[in-house]
């Protein structure tokens, strides 16, 4: 049987993320007649991309923010996609920029993150970003690791001195996640082991975990026999199974021993959004105090 009680409610945290950016939406606005206003670059038209940004776009209203769309086709070059990079990081009022992957395979994504202004920078694609992050100095986070650490810090769940394995290590969620729960701030502080595709018996590590985040795009990879009682387990996974989102971990094993977990759909996903809206107003008010 399930246990409701221990259930991490991702969509609440979510709303509640987004009346307190509303507020403080507004008062950027009051100070500065002025929204913060996102603006996100997207190539061709994959519908797991466009579906993403229609969710982002949707988000941007929710909390008052001024959201626009540059899209073009699969086939712009290089050269056409960091025209436009240059002319938003030069444009006033526009913010934060995102730029949607995976790109076109004719385009050099590293050359695209190193063009992408590290003030307006707020899911942290640049590398220079990355590297504050690495250098324990961060100006941004990138949203995913960024809404697992605020899932656990709006949650009471002390993590200093506790032993955090995350199942991932890709530079988008898991790496950047280690990086983040290593900070020597509050809320941090944790003892990190990452684990991989190439780690030998990866239960025996999720087994010594008190809390287990799974990000490795892997359905219901993470099993009950994988934790220990009354661990923590987010799970950051989003994959297809016959039609339904599933996440890393199976979720009917787990939840009956884990003392808290996030759903999926329900978990990381909205409180990821949201994360993406906070950058924004942060990258807003830094670039207007300036
Ligand atoms: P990714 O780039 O494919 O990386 C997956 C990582 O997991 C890699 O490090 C891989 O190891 C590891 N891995 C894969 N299978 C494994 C296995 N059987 N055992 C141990 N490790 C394994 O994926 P990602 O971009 O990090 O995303 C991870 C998941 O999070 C995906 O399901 C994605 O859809 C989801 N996601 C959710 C959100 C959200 O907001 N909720 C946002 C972003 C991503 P190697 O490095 O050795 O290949």
New binding site residues.
């Given amino acids: 049987m399930n246990r409701e009680d221990n259930l991490i409610k991702g969509k609440i945290i979510a709303d509640t993320i987004g009346e307190e950016l509303k507020l403080e939406s507004a008062q950027f606005f009051q100070k500065t007649n002025m929204k913060p206003r996102l603006s996100v670059v997207i190539l061709g038209d994959d519908p797991a991309a466009m579906f993403y940004v229609r969710m982002i776009e949707k988000s941007c209203q929710k909390v008052n923010f001024d959201f626009e769309k540059h899209a073009l086709s699969e086939q712009a070059t290089e050269e056409q996609l960091l025209d436009l990079l240059h002319r938003l990081n030069e444009d006033g009022i526009v913010h934060g920029i995102i730029v949607q992957t995976p790109l076109p395979e004719h385009i050099n994504e590293d050359k695209i993150r190193e063009a992408l202004s590290p003030a307006k920078d707020v899911d942290c694609f640049n590398p220079v970003n990355m590297g504050k992050l690495a250098m324990g100095n961060p100006d941004f986070l990138p949203?995913?690791p960024e809404?697992v650490f605020e899932i656990l810090k709006r949650e009471n769940i002390e993590v200093e001195g506790k032993h955090v394995v995350i199942?991932?290590?890709?530079?988008?969620?898991?790496?950047p996640l280690a990086l983040i729960l290593l900070l020597k701030m509050p809320h941090a502080n944790a003892t990190v082991t990452v684990?991989?595709?190439?780690?030998k018996d990866?239960a025996s590590y999720t087994r010594k975990g008190d809390i287990v985040v799974?990000?490795?795009?892997?359905a219901r990879?993470v099993k009950g026999e994988m934790i220990k009682d009354g661990t923590i387990v987010i799970d950051?996974?989003?994959?297809e199974e016959k039609g339904k989102l599933v996440?890393?971990v199976d979720f009917d094993e787990v939840s009956r021993l884990a003392s808290r977990i996030t759903p999926?759909p329900g978990?990381?996903?909205p409180?990821?959004?949201m994360m993406l809206m906070k950058n924004t107003l942060q990258a807003a008010e830094r670039q207007l105090a300036k």
């Fill in positions: 949203c995913t809404a199942v991932g290590r890709s530079s988008v969620v898991g790496k684990c991989h595709s190439r780690t990866l799974a990000a490795a795009g892997a990879l950051v996974g989003t994959n996440g890393d999926v978990g990381v996903g409180v990821t959004n």
